[in-house]
């Protein structure tokens, strides 16, 4: 129905100019006089101004998002830098731009600036530039731009949609500590093992294929000869230390909390030298298998870019019904905002049957424990549970030896 209404509604408008143009000359005709004549005059060349600029087509603006980078951190800003081009020039009024943002940057810091008012004049090329202030976590896609000109008189205006596909993914914040396999519980608190990990590289047990971060020297050649691959050698190692965490991914308000903080251990744990997979549930099951090296830290971090809180089953069901948990006996990490009793027997259970258990319960800045996590608290580590309260901005302090403050 609406664009049925297009065509009447410029040949309405035409209409009207027509009978704009009537008026002002037969004022002038009648009335005589400079006065009269100057009004006709003066209106005549925005009236060939509107027609002209009904017959101009859009189709001769060409629109060019610039961006200096796709890759981006969450709190990063982003400059969008958009030019404008025409193969003819004509005179343009002005020139309303708008870079349709995706749903994700809707509201984020910065975003009303996406929309330009632009006065081009002849100009063939001209630009204008914006800034996303603090860009949110998540994949973000920019797909097209809304062009409109019009007349002085507000008559003619031509609107105009321009697909422009552009992408950014802006991964988790993360902070830079370093990871400290557990050892010891004491009554105290915590102490955190300041061992590197390390392969007894005097002793190979096999051979495997060749993984990103295997170092030169751990080929061998023979084998790789046979074999018409790469293959690595396998050596015993002196210590396990694999780490296998979990993201609760239940919507909470300290979610990207939970999100950034789990950023940053899973990258201190390889840039330890560990290995370590990840576990979440979010509108589908996402499991990534224990590895080590850089290419397994970008897969890890692009997940945790995208990651939603829409799980709808509580991490203590996780725990219980996922088949994973009985497949491997590494150390678990739980990364959660949210502590229950049924979360701590869960915990407890796995840790009898797996080994070593450790939660990390996620809280906002200066935010204090209730006395029912402090009462949880102590009946996990009573059960051989570490529970290690973190607050938001401080993930340092994970691994300093204290588990409440």
């Not at 005549?44 to 509107?50: G, M, R, S, V």
């Not at 790789?224 to 308000?253: G, L, Y």
């Amino acid at each position: 129905m609406k664009k049925l209404w297009i065509p009447f509604k410029k040949v309405w408008k035409f209409i009207l100019l027509l009978i704009l143009i009537l008026l002002t000359f037969s004022y002038a005709m009648f009335q005589g006089g400079f006065v009269s004549w100057f009004l006709f005059y003066s209106f005549l060349p925005f009236a060939i101004y509107c027609v002209a600029l009904s017959f101009y087509s859009l189709k001769d603006l060409e629109v060019t998002r610039v961006l200096p980078k796709t890759d981006y951190n969450a709190g990063e800003p982003l400059k969008v830098m958009v030019t404008i081009k025409r193969s003819r020039k004509f005179p343009l009024f002005y020139l309303l731009i708008e870079d349709v943002l995706d749903e994700t940057l809707k509201y984020s810091p910065g975003q009303q600036k996406a929309k330009a008012l632009l006065l081009p004049g002849l100009k063939k090329e001209f630009s204008y530039e914006y800034i996303i202030d603090e860009l949110p976590r998540g994949e973000h896609f920019f797909r097209s731009f809304t062009l409109r000109i019009g007349d002085p008189l507000g008559l003619f205006e031509k609107e105009k949609k321009v697909t422009v596909d552009d992408k950014v993914i802006v991964y988790p914040a993360y902070s830079e500590f370093i990871y400290r396999p557990f050892e010891n519980q004491y009554d105290q608190g915590l102490t955190a093992s300041r061992e590197r990990v390390q392969r007894d590289t005097t002793m190979a047990v096999g051979v495997r294929d060749y993984q990103p971060g295997d170092r030169f020297s751990w080929i061998n050649w023979k084998s790789s000869a046979k074999r018409n691959e790469i293959m690595t050698k396998e050596f015993e190692q002196r210590q396990s230390h694999d780490v296998f965490v979990v993201m609760d991914c239940v919507p909470d308000k300290r979610f990207e909390p939970v999100v950034s903080f789990t950023a940053s251990l899973l990258r201190a744990i390889l840039k330890k030298g560990a290995q370590t997979g990840l576990l979440t549930i979010s509108k589908e099951r996402a499991s990534f298998p224990i590895r080590g090296g850089e290419r397994h830290l970008q897969g890890l971090f692009y997940h945790l870019a995208k990651i939603e809180a829409k799980c709808a089953t509580p991490l203590e069901k996780v725990l219980e019904t996922d088949g994973l948990f009985i497949q491997q006996s590494v150390s678990f990490m739980l990364v959660t905002a949210q502590l229950t009793k049924q979360l701590v027997e869960k915990a407890s259970f796995l840790g009898q049957r797996k080994g070593s258990i450790t939660l990390f319960l996620i809280k906002g800045q200066k935010e204090a424990p209730m006395e029912s996590e402090r009462s949880l608290i102590a009946i996990a580590n009573a059960r051989g549970v570490r529970v290690i309260m973190v607050h938001e901005g401080e993930f340092a302090a994970a691994f300093s030896g204290v588990s409440i403050r």
